[in-house]
């Protein structure tokens, strides 16, 4: 997880990004993502890919890899401004 980031939900195919900075990029799904703690069938270590971005009833972001739904916080994204 970059701890520099404010992740706002978008829809489903894309991902709003805002640094400190106040730069704002958008990322479109399928984008790829490293898993920093295993979770589920992904192993630590792995890149996969997010095939959607979801928002569940506590507004906490997620993405769906492989058809489920993953909390973010087991993912590095690796993005530059």
């Known amino acids: ?3 520099n980031l ?3 939900y978008y829809h489903s195919n894309a991902l709003l ?3 400190k900075k106040g730069q704002i990029r958008v990322l479109y799904t399928p984008f ?3 898993c920093v703690s ?4 992904i192993p ?3 890149w996969v890919y997010v095939e959607e ?4 009833n506590r507004d906490q972001l997620q993405f769906v890899i492989h058809g489920h739904p993953v909390l973010y916080q087991h993912f ?6």
Do not use: E
Request: no cysteine; net charge positive.
């Open 1 to 3: 997880m970059i701890k």
């Open 6 to 8: 404010h992740f706002q």
């Open 17 to 19: 990004l805002i640094n």
């Open 32 to 34: 790829r993502v490293l």
């Open 38 to 41: 295993a979770t589920g069938t």
């Open 44 to 46: 630590m270590n792995s």
């Open 53 to 56: 971005v979801w928002s569940d």
């Open 76 to 81: 590095y994204l690796p993005i530059r401004f």
